[in-house]
Every structure is written in C-alpha cells, then in structure tokens.
C-alpha cells in the first residue's frame, strides 16, 4: 500500500470515528466534511497530509505552510490545495 493510500485509509478512519483532527487540519478543511462533501474532504485531507510529508512542512499553526515563492510544481500543488480546502469549507 502506497503512502497516500495510507493516508487515506488514515483520515477514513478519523472521520468514522468522529476523532479529533490536527488543529492544522481543522483550520483549513473546517471541523470536517458537510454531508454532501465527504468524498472531496477525506481526498484533500490526504493530499493535504501527503503535501505536508513530502515538503516537510514544519509549522503547527497552517496545513500547507506558507506559499512557495519558486514557481513549479511545488508551487501549483500549493495552490490547487488551498482552493480544495477553501471549497471544503463552503
């Protein structure tokens, strides 16, 4: 099983058993998914998660961090992620 996968099953398990989440988490995806978003919050939460693994992500106090200045990959994934969460929150 791959690592985002991992992830996956992860935060599954944390929104069926109504657990805690990371403050971090909490404050960009929201106190968890709207009924009818479940689906996209579990799949931005992973990437998420996953996005804060692979670009070690140190902070406590924001999911993602802050914005990369260099334009890339980085960057665009960055960006993608803090629109996914915005529409998580809606």
Do not use: H, N
């Amino acid at each position: 099983m791959e690592l985002r996968q991992k992830i996956g099953v992860y935060v599954d398990e944390i929104v069926g058993r109504d657990l805690g989440l990371p403050s971090w988490l909490e404050r960009s995806l929201g106190p968890g998914p709207r009924p009818d978003g479940v689906r996209e919050w579990i799949a931005t939460a992973t990437d998420v998660i996953f996005y804060r693994i692979v670009y070690r992500v140190p902070t406590l106090a924001y999911a993602l961090g802050d914005r990369p200045e260099a334009e890339g990959e980085r960057q665009a994934e960055y960006d993608r992620l803090v629109k996914a969460c915005e529409d998580c929150r809606m």
